[in-house]
């Protein structure tokens, strides 16, 4: 399992977003293309060799290839199917200034270490004033899957909607999926920032927002009866601050 | 390096509660005489026959055990550290008094438990560590906070919500921080610190491992105090399994009051043995009397000497009692008269008092003056506390998110964080 810095999230999405942009606006020329299994991995390991990154949880995909005979067992470290064990371990180690990355399988197995995730994580900053803080990144993926259960099935995009701490909501059908991208993304020091919502394609009389997956779908509405649509991605802030953005892009 | 790693699991350590004579250690009996035994209540469980809770000797059992049936320890602390045990201990124990006499004066108000009559598990413990070592305990923290060395002031006026408290009043009774101390809290949820301190000692380690800031003293060792009805809970055996399985500097302290709130531990728990479930997982498992400082304290140096030397976690469970109800709300009904008699008699600060004297390491005219000077610090804590102002209103919105920002954009255009009207409270939102 992995840890990993904050900024990793910031870079993912605009890996999702590039996706999005190329296709809708052909004037973009890519300058490469990554599938997101790629763009994490290359963004866990820009960060692991940045600082005091280390990852924890469960990670047999791929999506760890290559950082586990990297930075060595100490680093990568496999945990036992213990969620709410191991998220809270990960939170004790980011008290001391270790920047956890805690991996969840799914994020339906989340909810066995949601005590953690909102009781230690989330408030320990509010009820220690600001003595302990905890820079933790959860992450794993979310949302519809193909043919899983409903227990495995699950998206918890309304549940985890606050920026503190990070949880980072994936799509294991995206990761397969190819995107363009630009040569400026391969730069170490490239990321996004949270909180502003993307306009994938301006459109001028009706807006759609969405996030993940759902904004390829979106996308495809295309001159939906001639109506031409704007298409914004919130993704990366699937919280208040980018209401804003939509309202914007809502009343003009 | 290769601990972490954890390729190969060694051949786990069977340590048992030693009993006087070194006979193979059989349950619920109580030993003859021999020193350091006390033969305790005998209770009838559901199961029919008597169960007799039993202290018995320290890990390393390198007492001589001879058939002295008095009840005094040959002395195994210096005058100056039975001094600094007996004011700790006594500082716990009139700082939770002055709680009670403010709570039913209305000073502090909310949940508050005290921790009277289990003060020695905390001094034991916390009174061997350095500043550098953490400790993480539930919500009866407060002796825990004095122990680490948490001023009483701060204690008491975060207890009475001023801003002047070690948590500006935001933390309350069950959520002592202190980050100059290494106390990592204070949480409200049974079972919830554990794997935190766990995760405290995971960068311990990974400090000294793959960061290379080593300590010629050893690894920062992490101490998590936890009650008996925790040691039902999955995330305590989840915290066992990897603390052992990476050899993590953490010492597991079980403080067995033998009531979960009103739920007794021999109704709730299939064994009631908790010392037991350390070698299920590996490490070692010590049973000790709780209610004796200096017991807990022999057990507690070789603990947290095995954690410091990375040898790797030990479970300590400490038989010990709380005088007082679960919280000053609880009307402490269900637990039987004998039961607390009992106990009484055994209270860990007469017990020091009686070894002191007796061993003559002080007279009582120094044991008075100690008392005396705890009694005037609790009164200035206490006056402190009430002098203190209480938070502003701008208080209640620092310190939510770690980025202020995260409020977002405000209906003017500005962030919500810098428009003073919204930390006061009183903006249009």
Excluded at chain 2, 181 to 196: D, Q, R, T
Aim: proline content about 5%; overall charge neutral.
């Amino acid at each position: 399992f992995f840890f990993l810095g904050p900024s990793i999230d910031r870079k993912m999405w605009g890996i999702a977003r590039r996706k999005n942009l190329g296709q809708a606006l052909q004037k973009v020329l890519p300058a490469g293309s990554m599938t997101v299994r790629e763009a994490l991995n290359s963004a866990l390991d820009e960060e692991m060799s940045a600082d005091h990154s280390f990852l924890d949880g469960l990670e047999s995909t791929r999506i760890s290839k290559g950082l586990l005979e990297k930075y060595g067992p100490d680093r990568v470290l496999d945990t036992p199917i213990t969620e709410a064990g191991f998220a809270g371990i990960g939170v004790g180690a980011a008290y001391y200034g270790l920047r956890p990355v805690v991996k969840f399988m799914i994020f339906n197995f989340s909810m066995q270490a949601i005590d953690h995730i909102i009781n230690s994580a989330a408030k320990s900053n509010c009820m220690s004033v600001g003595q302990i803080s905890v820079p933790i990144v959860f992450r794993g993926p979310n949302g519809a899957n193909a043919g899983v259960d409903v227990q495995h099935s699950q998206c918890y995009a309304a549940w985890y909607a606050h920026p503190d701490p990070v949880v980072f909501l994936e799509n294991e059908l995206l990761y397969g999926e190819s995107f363009p991208i630009s040569a400026e993304v391969f730069d170490s020091s490239f990321c996004l920032p949270i909180g502003k919502a993307k306009i994938e394609r301006e459109g001028k009389y009706v807006t759609i927002t969405s996030f993940s997956k759902m904004v390829g779908h979106a996308l495809q509405v295309d001159t939906f009866k001639g109506i031409s649509a704007e298409v914004d991605d919130i993704v990366r802030a699937v919280k208040r601050a980018c209401y804003r953005s939509i309202l914007m892009a809502a009343t003009t | 390096m290769s601990a972490f790693a954890a390729v190969r699991i060694p051949s786990p350590v069977l340590v048992r509660a030693r009993s006087a004579g070194e006979k193979p250690y059989a349950p619920f009996v109580s030993c003859p005489a021999a020193h350091g035994l006390h033969r305790t209540h005998v209770r009838s469980t559901r199961l029919g026959r008597p169960l007799l809770a039993v202290s018995s000797d320290v890990l390393s059992g390198q007492k001589s055990l001879g058939a002295n049936s008095s009840p005094s320890h040959h002395a195994v602390v210096s005058r100056e550290e039975a001094l600094v045990l007996y004011e700790d201990m006594v500082l716990g124990r009139v700082f939770e008094d002055m709680c009670a006499q403010m709570y039913y004066r209305g000073k502090m108000f909310g949940f508050v438990h005290l921790y009277n009559g289990q003060e020695a598990v905390s001094t034991g413990f916390i009174k061997l560590l350095e500043t550098r070592d953490s400790v993480v305990s539930t919500y009866r923290d407060h002796v825990h906070a004095l122990s680490k060395g948490v001023p009483a002031r701060a204690v008491m006026a975060e207890l009475f919500g001023k801003a002047t408290g070690c948590c500006r009043g935001q933390g309350g009774s069950m959520h002592m921080f202190s980050a100059p101390h290494n106390l990592l809290g204070g949480f409200a949820f049974i079972g919830e610190g554990i794997p935190v301190a766990t995760g405290a000692a995971f960068s311990s380690k990974y400090r000294h491992e793959v960061l290379k800031e080593s300590n010629p003293n050893g690894l920062d060792v992490t101490v998590a105090f936890f009650g008996d009805g925790t040691c039902n809970n999955g995330q305590f055996f989840e915290c066992l399994n990897m603390a052992q399985l990476w050899k993590l500097p953490i010492v597991f302290v079980v403080e067995n009051n033998l009531w979960a709130i009103g739920m007794s531990h021999l109704r709730a728990t299939s064994d009631p043995e908790i010392w037991k479930k350390g070698p299920a997982f590996g490490m070692p498992g010590v049973h000790v009397d709780g209610m004796d400082v200096l017991k807990v304290r022999e057990v507690a140096v070789e603990a947290i000497g095995r954690a410091r030397s990375g040898e790797g976690p030990t479970l300590v469970e400490c038989e010990t009692y709380r005088f007082r109800g679960h919280s000053l709300a609880d009307p402490d009904e269900l637990r039987k008269p004998d039961e607390k008699a009992h106990y009484a008699a055994r209270d860990p600060i007469i017990t020091l008092k009686k070894y002191i004297l007796e061993n003559s390491l002080a007279c009582e005219t120094e044991l008075k003056a100690i008392e005396k000077k705890i009694d005037e610090l609790i009164e200035d804590a206490v006056e402190f506390a009430d002098s203190s102002p209480p938070p502003p209103r701008s208080q209640l919105l620092e310190n939510v998110f770690a980025d202020p920002k995260g409020f977002g954009i405000g209906p003017d255009g500005k962030y919500r964080c810098e428009d003073p009207k919204f930390t006061e409270g009183t903006a249009q939102v």
